[in-house]
């Protein structure tokens, strides 16, 4: 086994440029802009690796210590691997978010990445850099299990991305976003959809077999329906989770979720059937009429043979989630010891932008990454003030079992992202329910469902709940890109004084932030004396003064653009904060 093992990896050697040695893989890449046309309208500068675009799928074994050497060959960007959905227990700074884990990788640094495999299942890497990753650094990941429940009851895996796509570049598209011109905070709409970074994808497919058909949504902000035209899809894994069977026509992926699904073909070779994926457009404020947000693959029964379009829908009928059990039997998790509640909005500061919210705290980066001031601060490591009010930190201690309450106060739909772990589902709301009523004594599943990425419905509530046995600093953030860079996220900064005692962060890691010219040592605001001092710490812009409100803002925005143009817009941008007697309140 170990012999063929090494074999394919000297073949793919020859293919891919990495090196195995028993069971460690080695990555060698250089991040650096390339070109690429996925769908076909406009060809576009893209991130790619080793000068590969679409990027490699990883195919890793469980139990395999992974070393990727992430080269940053962009010149003119930052970047960093987010290993999305692991639990990289003891190994908290490999998990990728600069600012709270690790430091940019600048341009011209290398940063190594090394921590073995506990996990199996779908899997992806990408940028967790500020909204970077929808330019192109993003993959699946597989982790193949010896142990895999199904093994056995398919022939072959396949693995298939979906994904929005954007002709602008990320960094453009949120400086829009988040600025005095778009008070609203309208996202903006994707150009196009992918299927495995294409458009017109093709299957081909041997009759009368079944496919473990890997699914993971790796877009920027549009959640897809996918179906496949006569066939039915088995739910057998959700993000990473193996789940007992379940039989569907339709699936739902957020940005950021997985779905493995038996599929099994038809005798007939007649026939190619199409792959549809359908963006929700629920998530755009506007559909552009020459959007088209459907993406077409087809399953390749006959080569030669006509790809039909699909059929029109009238309606949307996903599978939900929250009806899925694992196979592990892993039952409810009892009795918890501290419950957060959330309370997510979005809304203006005092630079008339939108910006997003838990309990009115906007997420800003701090001088200091989180973890490194875990590491640096003793027994003050258990006082959430010394990462700072805006990195938004709740403290767990080790083994408490925490419940989380999302109240979306937003019309919007999100889906909700906690890295290191995967979290049980105990409840979601239907559209509109408001806040959670936490004195309905609603009997929760039994076996709740598990995953990493849960969609919270509009002005609705959902109850989530882990262990927090993972010690090290986690984010809990919307996956949508645009969000998260809006501030749409939170930090558990999980057994201090353990992270204390079982991380040790490498000097590759300190020598990368003294590239990037970031602090290692210190409170939020690097302060190593006063530990309590956050004198200096970075904040988000102040709020509004009181009495002005968003319709304020739109009203006065198109006043300035229609009486004063480019002279206002100037006073506007140099004016912060906005002195009162500027803005008008229309409510
Ligand atoms: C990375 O790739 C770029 C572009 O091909 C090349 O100029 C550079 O030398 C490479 N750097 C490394 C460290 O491989
Ligand atoms: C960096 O360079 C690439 C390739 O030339 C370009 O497309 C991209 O817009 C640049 N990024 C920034 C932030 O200027
Ligand atoms: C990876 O981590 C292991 C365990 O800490 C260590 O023994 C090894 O030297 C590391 N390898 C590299 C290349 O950093
Ligand atoms: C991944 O590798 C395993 C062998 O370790 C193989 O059985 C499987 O087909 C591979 N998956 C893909 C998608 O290439
Ligand atoms: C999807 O694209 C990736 C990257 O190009 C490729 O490795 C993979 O084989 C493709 N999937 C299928 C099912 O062809
Ligand atoms: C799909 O599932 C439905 C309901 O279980 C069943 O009636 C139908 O025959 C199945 N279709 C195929 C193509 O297997
Ligand atoms: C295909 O043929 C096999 C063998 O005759 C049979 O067991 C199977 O049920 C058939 N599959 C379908 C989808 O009709
Ligand atoms: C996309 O597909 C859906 C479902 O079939 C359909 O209702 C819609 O009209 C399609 N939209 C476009 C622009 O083709
Ligand atoms: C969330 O909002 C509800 C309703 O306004 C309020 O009762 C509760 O105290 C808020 N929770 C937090 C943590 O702010
Ligand atoms: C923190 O604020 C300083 C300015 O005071 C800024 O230069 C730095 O980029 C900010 N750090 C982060 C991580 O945003
Ligand atoms: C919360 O649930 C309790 C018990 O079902 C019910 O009596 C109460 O009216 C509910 N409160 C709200 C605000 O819905
Ligand atoms: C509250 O109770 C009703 C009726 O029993 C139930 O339908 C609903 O799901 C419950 N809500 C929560 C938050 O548990
Ligand atoms: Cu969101």
């Not at 929005?164 to 400086?175: E, R, S, V």
């Not at 897809?224 to 026509?249: C, M, R, S």
């Not at 599929?263 to 552009?288: C, E, H, Q, R, W």
């Amino acid at each position: 086994m170990a012999f063929f093992k090494l074999a394919v990896a000297s073949l793919a050697l020859f293919f891919h440029g990495f090196v195995v040695n028993a069971d460690t893989v080695i990555y060698d890449w250089n991040i650096t802009w390339t070109t690429a046309n996925p769908d076909g309208m406009l060809e576009r500068p893209v991130i790619g690796i080793n000068g590969q675009w679409p990027l490699p799928v990883l195919n890793l074994t469980k139990g395999d210590r992974v070393i990727a050497n992430v080269y940053n060959g962009l010149g003119n960007e930052s970047t960093s691997i987010h290993w999305h959905g692991f639990f990289h227990r003891g190994t908290n700074d490999m998990d990728g978010p600069p600012h709270v884990v690790q430091c940019e990788i600048s341009p011209g640094s290398t940063f190594t990445y090394n921590f073995t495999l506990e996990q199996s299942g779908l899997y992806w890497y990408h940028s967790h850099s500020r909204g970077q990753y929808p330019d192109g650094l993003r993959q699946a990941l597989i982790i193949t299990d010896p142990e895999n429940p199904y093994r056995g009851q398919y022939d072959e895996e396949l693995v298939v991305t979906l994904s929005d796509w954007y002709h602008d570049q990320m960094p453009g598209l949120l400086k829009d976003f988040i600025s005095v011109s778009n008070p609203t905070g309208a996202e903006p709409v994707p150009n196009s959809a992918l299927m495995n970074e294409t458009q017109n994808f093709e299957l081909p497919v041997q009759p009368g077999k079944t496919y473990l058909l890997r699914l993971v949504n790796i877009g920027a902000f549009a959640s897809q329906y996918f179906w496949i035209e006569g066939h039915n899809l088995t739910i057998v894994e959700v993000d990473g989770v193996w789940t007992k069977p379940a039989e569907t026509k339709m699936i739902y992926l957020t940005s950021a979720q997985r779905y493995s699904v038996l599929v099994t073909m038809k005798n007939d070779t007649t026939k190619n059937y199409p792959m549809v994926g359908s963006m929700d457009t629920d998530l755009f404020d506007a559909i552009p009429s020459d959007l088209n947000y459907n993406v077409t693959g087809f399953l390749v029964y006959d080569k030669n043979g006509h790809r039909p379009q699909p059929y029109v829908l009238d309606t949307f009928d996903p599978y939900d989630d929250f009806d899925l059990e694992p196979t592990d039997g892993i039952a409810l998790y009892e009795n918890p010891d501290q419950v957060i509640v959330l309370n997510m909005s979005m809304n203006n500061l005092g630079d008339g932008a939108n910006y997003a919210f838990f309990n009115d705290i906007t997420y800003t980066a701090q001088k200091v990454p989180t973890l490194y001031s875990v590491l640096s601060s003793g027994s003050a490591a258990t006082n959430p003030v010394i990462y700072g009010r805006d990195t938004n930190s709740y403290v767990l201690l080790k083994d408490q079992v925490i419940d989380v309450v999302l109240n979306n106060m937003d019309t919007g739909k999100h889906p909700f992202h906690l890295h290191g772990h995967n979290f049980q589902v105990l409840y979601r709301s239907p559209d509109d329910e408001g806040f959670f009523n936490s004195t309905n004594t609603t009997s929760f599943p039994a076996v709740p469902m598990r995953r990493d990425t849960f969609m919270a419905r509009p002005t609705g509530n959902f109850l989530i709940r882990f262990k927090a046995d993972n010690p090290g600093v986690w984010l809990f953030h919307c996956h949508l890109n645009f969000h998260l860079d809006a501030g749409l996220a939170m930090t558990f900064v999980e057994a201090p004084l353990a992270i204390q005692e079982t991380v040790k962060i490498p000097q590759n890691h300190y020598d990368v932030c003294k590239a990037s010219g970031e602090l290692t040592a210190g409170n939020a605001a690097g302060n190593t004396v006063d530990l309590f001092d956050l004198t200096g710490e970075n904040r988000s812009v102040d709020p509004l003064p009181a009495g002005f409100t968003t319709k304020g803002i739109v009203a006065l925005v198109f006043s300035c653009i229609a009486a004063f143009l480019g002279m206002a817009a100037v006073a506007w941008y140099g004016a912060a904060p906005i002195g009162a007697p500027m803005i008008p309140n229309t409510q």
